[in-house]
C-alpha cells in the first residue's frame, strides 16, 4: 500500500537500492526551495543551483545542485542548515536586491560582482581578530602595517580597493555580523521552539539598553544552541517600552509569537516590572510564554535593589563603601587589611566608578568586613583625633546594630552563593530545583525565629560587665571591644530589622521562582529524567500522570494530550529502560527528527524541545557576563550603541576565525559599499 501523498516506486523512488524510498510531494509545501525532476528521479534545490555558491575547497556542487535520490525528510532538514545552502540564500537575496536597486538606471548594471581576493580576506580577517581580542578600532592601520612588515602576502601581492581602509571598520564589523545574524535566523526558524533571555543593564548616566539572547534548539540532531541578538538601547520609560522593544526584535529576526516559550529577565527592574510589565504584554501576544529567572545567573539571585527599601541597609552600604575607599589602599603590614584588597581583586571591585556598589550581596567583602573588624576599629580609634571621618566610622563599626547585622550577612549571603553554584553546573538536575527553592526559603523563615549560627555565636560570645550607676544595665563587649548602643530599645529596633530583613530576602526568591514554574520545571524533569524514575518496573504504572496532565494542560495548544495519554505506558517502560541517560540526553533523542523515538512519540518529542529551550547552563552564563563586560568597556570608550551590537555580536558569538564564511562577508560588506554609491549616484 502507498502512503497518502507519495508516488508509486515505478516512478519516483530510489528503486536501485536495497532500502526503497519515495519522494513525498508534500515536502514541497514544507521545503519551499525543493523541486523534483520525474524523468531523472533526482531532487535538486532551487537556491543553490541559481546562486552555485562555491565551498572552501573552491567546488560550487553539492548533492542538491547535482540532483539526489536520498528521499529523506532527515536529508532535507541537514540541507537547510547547511552552509551551502544558507549562502545560496544571501548571495540570492542580494542579487535580487541589487537588480531592484539598479532597475531603471542601465548605466549602473556595469557594476561587477564582487570577486574575493586574498588581500580583502586579509583585511577582514583582521577586523574580526580585533573585535573576538577586543583591540580598539583605531589599531587596525598599524596593524595592517605590522602584517605587511612580516611579510603577509595576501596584503603585500594586492591593493584592497579604497573600499579596505581602516575607516571603514566599522562597515566591515557590521557585514560581519549580518552573516552571524543570518546564520541566527535560519537556526531560529529550524527550531520548533524558542528560548529569550533579556538582560537589562543601566549605566551611571541612567541610560538603559537590553542584551538580549535566545536558546534554540535543532530538529536535526537535539543540539541547543545560544545567540546573542543584540544589544539595543531604550528610551526612559516603563514596562511596555521594554516589551515593545523586545516585540521589535522577535520581529525582526522572525520568531513567531507560537515559538516564543520561555522568557527569563535577568534584570533588577524588569523583575520589578514582573507582574504588570514585560511578561503581561509578551504572555498575551504569546500564549506558551512562561516567564522564569535566568537559572544560569545565579549571582543575581540576591538582588541588592529588591530590599534597599529596608532603611538600615543603605546606612550599612555607606559604612562598609567609606572602610573600603579608606583602608583598601592601606599599606600597614596586618594581614586583615590586605584581606579588603583581595576582595577587591578577587569580585572586580572599581571604586573609581561612580556606580553604588551593593556591598550586602557581596559576601567576600562582608566577610573581610567581619575579619578585620577589630583591627579596623583600633586604627580608627587611633585617628579619630585627627580625622572626624575617621572618628564618625570608629563610632558606626563599635555599634551593636553593625556588628549583628554582619552576622545576618553572613548566614544569608551562603545560602544563595550555594544556590547560584548549582545553576552554574552544565547539566543542571532540574529535579532539585523545586526542593532546594523550597528548602532556602524555609531555612531564611527558620533564621527568623532561631537566628543564623554567625548570629548565634556572636550573641553567645559577647561578655557583659555591669555599668556603672545604671541598675539592670550592661556594658557589652566583643572580642575586647566595647560596644555602643546596647540598650534594650536597640536590640528591640535590631529584631524588627532582622525580620524585616530576612522576610524581605525569602518574599524575593519565591518572586523569582512562582510555584507555577517550579511546577512545570518539576513536571519536565520527573517525565523526562530517567533517573527520577522508580526502580522497579511494577512501580511505573502510575508514576508521572499528574505531571503529565499538568504539561498537557499548559500546552494543550501544539499537542494532543489524549494520544500522549495513551502512549504515555510505552513511553515509561522504553525511558525506564534507559536510564543510564541524563534528562538532556533523554530530549535530545527524542527531539532529533530521525529518531524512532520522535517517530513513536510526537507529543513527547515538542515537550522535549520545550524542555530544551530552557535558558540554562554555564554556556548561557558565560554570555551574558561577557555581554555585560563588553558593554561596560564598550561605552567607557564611547562607543555608539550600534556599531558595539556588533562588537559585541562578533566577540560573542563569532566562531574560530577558519570556521567563518569570509567571502559572505566581504559579499555584504561590498553591496553596503556600492549601496551607498549608487544612492549617491541616484540623488
Known amino acids: 500500500m502507498v502512503p497518502p501523498g507519495k508516488k508509486p516506486a515505478g516512478e519516483t523512488s530510489n528503486s536501485n537500492k536495497k532500502c526503497k524510498r519515495y519522494f513525498n510531494e508534500h515536502w514541497k509545501e514544507e521545503f519551499t526551495w525543493l523541486e523534483f525532476d520525474y524523468e531523472r528521479k533526482l531532487m535538486f534545490c532551487i537556491e543553490c543551483r541559481q546562486a552555485l555558491v562555491k565551498n572552501k575547497h573552491g567546488k560550487a556542487e553539492n548533492a542538491f545542485t547535482v540532483g539526489t535520490d536520498n528521499f529523506q525528510r532527515h536529508a532535507l532538514l541537514r540541507h537547510v542548515t547547511s552552509g551551502a545552502h544558507r549562502q545560496a540564500l544571501a548571495v540570492n537575496r542580494e542579487q535580487l536586491a541589487f537588480e531592484t ?118 530538529p536535526c540532531n537535539g543540539q541547543t544552541s545560544t545567540t546573542f541578538l543584540g544589544s539595543f538601547e531604550l528610551p526612559t520609560g516603563e514596562a511596555s517600552t521594554v516589551a515593545g522593544k523586545v516585540g521589535e526584535v522577535m520581529r525582526s529576526f522572525g520568531i513567531p509569537t507560537m515559538k516564543l516559550t520561555w522568557l527569563s529577565a535577568d534584570s533588577a527592574s524588569l523583575v520589578a516590572e514582573r507582574l504588570s510589565g514585560v511578561g503581561t504584554v509578551l504572555t ?249 524514575y522508580p526502580q522497579s518496573l511494577e512501580d511505573i504504572g502510575s508514576y508521572g500522570v499528574s505531571e503529565l496532565n499538568f504539561l498537557l494542560q499548559v500546552y494543550s495548544r501544539v499537542v494532543v494530550s489524549e494520544r500522549a495519554l495513551s502512549d504515555f505506558p510505552l513511553f515509561k517502560r522504553i525511558v525506564f529502560s534507559l536510564s543510564q541517560l541524563s534528562f538532556k540526553d533523554l530530549c535530545i533523542k527524542l527531539v532529533y527528527s530521525s529518531s524512532e523515538m520522535h517517530e513513536l512519540f510526537p507529543d513527547f518529542a515538542v515537550l522535549a524541545a520545550i524542555a530544551l529551550a530552557l535558558p540554562l547552563g554555564s554556556v548561557l552564563a558565560e554570555k551574558i557576563s561577557r555581554g555585560r563586560e563588553l558593554l561596560k568597556r564598550g561605552r567607557s570608550r564611547h562607543v555608539k550603541d550600534e556599531g558595539l551590537s556588533d562588537l559585541m555580536k562578533i566577540a560573542i558569538d563569532g566562531p574560530a576565525i577558519s570556521e567563518f564564511n569570509f567571502a559572505l562577508a566581504i559579499e555584504y560588506y561590498e553591496s553596503m559599499r556600492e549601496s551607498g554609491f549608487i544612492m549617491a549616484q541616484v540623488k
Open 101 to 218: 536597486r539598479v532597475h531603471g538606471h542601465p548605466e549602473l548594471r556595469s557594476v561587477i560582482k564582487v570577486e574575493v581576493n586574498p588581500a580583502k580576506v586579509a583585511v577582514l580577517t583582521t577586523v574580526y581578530w580585533m573585535a573576538k581580542e577586543e583591540i580598539p578600532d583605531e589599531k587596525c592601520s598599524s596593524l595592517l602595517s605590522f602584517q605587511k612588515f612580516n611579510l603577509c602576502q595576501a596584503l603585500l601581492a594586492s591593493e584592497h580597493s579604497e573600499y579596505y581602509h581602516p575607516g571603514s571598520v566599522r562597515e566591515m564589523q557590521a557585514a560581519i555580523a549580518k552573516v552571524l545574524h543570518n546564520e541566527d535566523r535560519h537556526r531560529i526558524k529550524a527550531s520548533p521552539f524558542v528560548g529569550l533571555v533579556v538582560d537589562e543593564t543601566v549605566d551611571v548616566l541612567e541610560h538603559r539598553s537590553l542584551a538580549m539572547f535566545t536558546t534554540t534548539v535543532s
Open 284 to 532: 498575551s501576544l504569546c500564549p506558551l510564554l512562561t516567564e522564569v529567572h535566568c537559572l544560569s545567573h545565579g549571582a543575581s539571585l540576591l538582588l541588592a535593589e529588591s530590599i534597599g527599601t529596608i532603611e538600615y541597609l543603605q546606612k550599612y552600604e555607606t559604612t562598609v563603601d567609606a572602610v573600603y575607599r579608606l583602608y583598601s589602599s592601606f599599606h600597614g603590614e596586618g594581614d586583615s587589611l590586605q584581606e579588603l584588597r583581595r576582595v577587591l581583586d578577587l569580585c572586580e571591585i572599581d571604586l573609581r566608578s561612580p556606580k553604588a556598589i551593593h556591598w550586602t550581596s557581596i559576601f567576600p567583602a562582608v566577610e573581610a568586613i567581619d575579619s578585620s573588624w577589630p583591627t579596623l576599629v583600633l586604627l580608627l580609634e587611633s585617628e579619630a583625633e585627627r580625622s572626624p571621618v575617621a572618628r564618625g566610622l570608629c563610632e558606626e563599626l563599635k555599634k551593636f546594630q553593625f556588628v549583628a547585622f554582619t552576622k545576618i550577612l553572613l548566614d544569608v549571603l551562603p545560602i544563595f552563593q550555594k544556590l547560584s553554584r548549582f545553576f552554574q553546573i552544565e547539566d543542571f538536575d532540574l529535579s532539585i530545583l523545586k526542593p532546594i527553592v523550597s528548602a532556602t526559603a524555609t531555612t531564611l523563615q527558620a533564621q527568623q525565629n532561631t537566628s543564623g549560627q554567625n548570629l548565634r555565636e556572636f550573641l553567645s560570645e559577647m561578655n557583659k560587665h555591669p555599668q556603672d550607676g545604671r541598675e539592670g544595665e550592661s556594658r557589652l563587649y566583643y572580642r575586647g571591644i566595647e560596644l555602643a548602643n546596647c540598650s534594650q530599645v536597640h536590640l528591640k529596633h535590631f529584631e524588627h530589622l532582622k525580620e524585616s530583613y530576612l522576610e524581605r530576602v525569602r518574599g524575593n526568591l519565591l518572586d523569582r521562582f512562582p510555584s507555577s514554574v517550579l511546577e512545570a520545571i518539576s513536571s519536565f524533569s520527573a517525565i523526562f529524567n530517567p533517573k527520577c
